[in-house]
């Protein structure tokens, strides 16, 4: 049997995973100058608890692994795997890498990469996002959105509403990522958690409130 066909289909496709985009070098950014709220202000009755049914890991896996053998749209897409047809028996479709975190109501899905890195994909419109979409908290009028991304570490981003679509600003934070119960206290300044560990081991919370600056366009 040529496998050639066979390998060459395969070659093209890890190559095209390989030159997709992640997070982009040249990112919008902002950055914050957190003030130290007074006792009793943070208030934690405004923080978003998420409602949507989240898979992770092996589960994850295996529920989309699922949804690619039923979705022809998915998988003709080539953007998760690739069909290999052989002469001897039934095309096999094969994936290199697995989901870790799936979420059919917000219908997105991150796909591991290597070295801790991640790929987060809208699956109605198969594009990259930079954001978990299941992180999203809103301001009061929409026109920002906050979101995070744990890729090789945690990320933060505000996202602008611009010309109708989600625009990602990073959010540049320091060395100390450490935010955390985000919640908005107006349409451009939020409120947020960050650890702090006393001497005997022990760890309490501070809150914190900032607006957000731009930093690169």
Same mark, same amino acid.
């Given at each position: 049997m040529n496998r050639l066909p066979i390998f060459a289909n395969l070659l093209a496709w890890i190559l095209m995973v390989?030159?997709?985009?992640?997070?982009?070098?040249? *990112? !919008?950014?902002y950055c914050i100058r957190p003030k130290v709220l007074a006792v009793g202000v943070y208030d934690y009755? !405004?923080?978003? !608890?998420?409602?949507?049914?989240?898979?992770?890991?092996? *589960?994850?896996? *295996?529920?989309?692994?699922?949804?690619?053998? !039923?979705?022809?749209?998915?998988r003709s897409s080539n953007t998760f795997g690739v069909y290999i047809e052989q002469e001897d028996g039934p095309p096999v479709y094969f994936r290199e890498e697995s989901a870790c975190e799936y979420c059919p109501e917000l219908n997105y899905v991150i796909i591991t990469g290597g070295h801790g890195y991640v790929s987060v994909y809208d699956l109605k419109t198969?594009? *990259?996002?930079?954001?978990?979409?299941?992180?999203?908290?809103?301001?009061?009028?929409?026109?920002?959105?906050?979101g995070t991304l744990k890729n090789d570490g945690i990320h933060y981003y505000i996202e602008v509403k611009e010309n109708g679509k989600y625009v990602p600003y990073f959010l540049f934070y320091g060395s100390e990522r450490n935010m955390s119960g985000v919640y908005w206290h107006d349409d451009e300044t939020i409120h947020f958690l960050k650890a702090k560990e006393r001497g005997d081991g022990s760890?309490?919370?501070?809150?914190y409130s900032t607006g957000f600056y731009v930093v690169r366009e």
């Open positions: 390989c030159a997709a985009s992640q997070l982009h070098a040249q *990112e !919008k950014q009755g !405004k923080v978003k !608890k998420n409602p949507y049914q989240i898979y992770y890991d092996e *589960e994850a896996d *295996e529920k989309f692994g699922k949804l690619l053998l !039923k979705d022809e749209k998915l198969l594009e *990259e996002i930079s954001v978990n979409p299941s992180s999203y908290v809103y301001s009061p009028s929409g026109k920002y959105r906050f760890t309490y919370w501070i809150g």
